[in-house]
């Protein structure tokens, strides 16, 4: 593991801190990593997920453009940083984030791709390409899925992106399986060969629906054909994983590198932990919610996320748990459910996070060697298929513009030691926008 300040074990000491480096090929190894999310992987989600173990985040697709002409504004009290487009934020992360966090674009376009890359670089480890997502808004105009019949364009922008960018910048790319073995391989041939240092491949076809069993199955010879190139890339899974012990079983039986979780993640974001939150409304939710105030992320962004949430209880019956949830349906602003969450001790909640951020040590996901006969791969291939779902179809992945006003607390050390915080200019109003991805 190459990261300086690597995932901690949960409930072991830290080691002293490192200094903070930057990712390499190896950083994208024997991780469990949490899946770029349109407005599910929000700032608060990601810390979340960082702070229960998840290796490295990856922040929701934006498109070139739409960071191209952001304003980035600091925020001085809390340290979030917010890419302020005309009437919202873009892209909103914080430097405790920075050291493991892959910004994702979606681009048809090598020149623009490096623009927009270069605009939040300083802010980001790597930059991944979405290779992936199938709906119409994104493939009209040539991004995402439709970059998986254009070869050339999708391999001329991750040349680009590599030869551009600063090289402890990685660069990598999401793709889906084609409908062919054969097709898929040619076309990871080629992806590899443009220098990139990971590859994630979204183990359903362009045209499976999300509620269709991922084709897990299919990886290992993907997998194994990279290995057979020589090449030193990690290569990660994508599809149905349900959290860290599950990864063990994805990893075990297609051969990835790492394995990356999206819907498990989005319905409980503590999934990377060994021992995931149960009884969310009092051990997520209120904690959840107090960190989403502090850091000004935009109500009905934490209010979808809160929605999403699910998990097994224990302790709380079903009507309390639906009683706190329509609670926080009805809300129309944090203020509203104070009742819910007690005081609004954010700073404290935000503290948590970077002392479980700054304690992480390496927990590699590791398995023991993969099956070869038929009768360990099957019970390895055997899971429950994932529940049906609907697609949130995410209005907003906007986030506040400003600062807050709220009461604040020091900045913790590392993060003003890793970036240089500046005042912030006046705020501008809010205003939701709606954008949607599904890769
Ligand atoms: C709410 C939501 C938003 C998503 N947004 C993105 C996105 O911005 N970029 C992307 O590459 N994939 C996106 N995806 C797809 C996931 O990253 C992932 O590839 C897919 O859900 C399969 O993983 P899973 O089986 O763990 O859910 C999104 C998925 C969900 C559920």
């Known amino acids: 593991m190459s990261r300086s300040t690597p995932p901690a074990l949960e409930g072991e000491r830290a080691p002293k801190r490192q200094k903070l480096g930057h990712l390499t090929h190896d950083s994208f190894k024997n991780g469990v990593f949490l899946a770029p999310m349109v407005r599910s992987g ?64 979606g681009s048809a376009s090598p020149e623009l791709a490096v623009q927009a890359a270069k605009s939040v670089v300083r802010d980001v480890s790597g930059i991944d390409l979405n290779c992936g997502c199938p709906k119409p808004f994104s493939t009209h105009s040539g991004m995402g899925a ?35 073995q054969e097709e898929t391989k040619k076309l990871v041939e ?4 443009t220098g990139v240092s990971a590859l994630t491949v979204h183990c359903r076809t362009r045209n499976m629906r999300q509620r269709e069993a991922a084709l897990v199955n299919r990886l290992r010879e993907i997998v194994e054909f990279v290995q057979g190139l020589g090449v030193d890339i990690a290569i990660i899974e994508n599809g149905d994983c349900k959290g860290w012990e599950d990864a063990r079983r994805v990893k075990r039986l297609t051969g990835a590198s790492s394995v990356m979780i ?68 009805a809300a129309k602003e944090y203020d509203g459910l104070t009742e819910l969450v007690g005081e609004w001790t954010g700073e404290k909640d935000f503290a948590d996070i970077v002392s479980a951020i700054e304690a992480r040590r390496p927990r590699p996901l590791t398995v023991d060697a993969m099956p070869t006969d038929p009768d360990a791969l099957e019970e390895a291939r055997l899971t429950s298929t994932p529940p049906v779902r609907p697609n949130p179809e995410p209005p907003t992945s906007c986030a506040p513009l400003g600062p807050s006003t709220r009461s604040r607390m020091p900045l913790p050390a590392v993060i003003t030691g890793s970036d240089a915080i500046t005042p912030s200019p006046t705020p501008k109003a809010v205003s939701p926008f709606s954008v949607s991805r599904r890769s």
């Open 42 to 105: 929000a700032l608060p989600t990601r810390l979340t997920a960082l702070k229960h173990g998840a290796s490295l985040v990856w922040g929701p697709e934006i498109v070139d453009k739409a960071i191209l002409h952001t304003e980035r504004v600091v925020d001085p009290h809390t340290g979030v940083v917010s890419y302020h487009g005309k009437t919202r934020a873009i892209f909103t992360t914080h430097p405790i984030e920075k050291p493991y966090l892959i910004y994702q674009i």
């Open 262 to 329: 999206a819907t498990a993640a989005e319905a409980n974001p503590t999934c990377f932990s060994s021992t995931p939150l149960m009884d969310i409304e009092t051990t997520l939710i209120p904690s959840y919610l107090r960190l989403s105030r502090y850091l000004n992320n935009h109500w009905a962004l934490t209010k979808f996320c809160v929605s999403q949430f699910k998990a097994p209880r224990t302790e709380r019956s079903k009507t309390e748990a639906h009683r706190f949830k329509t609670h926080i349906v």
């Open 190 to 193: 080629r992806i590899i060969r």
């Open 146 to 180: 439709a970059l998986l019949t254009n070869p050339d364009l999708l391999c001329a922008i991750l040349t680009a992106l590599r030869r551009e960018l600063p090289p402890e910048i990685t660069v990598s790319a999401k793709i889906r399986l084609l409908p062919t």
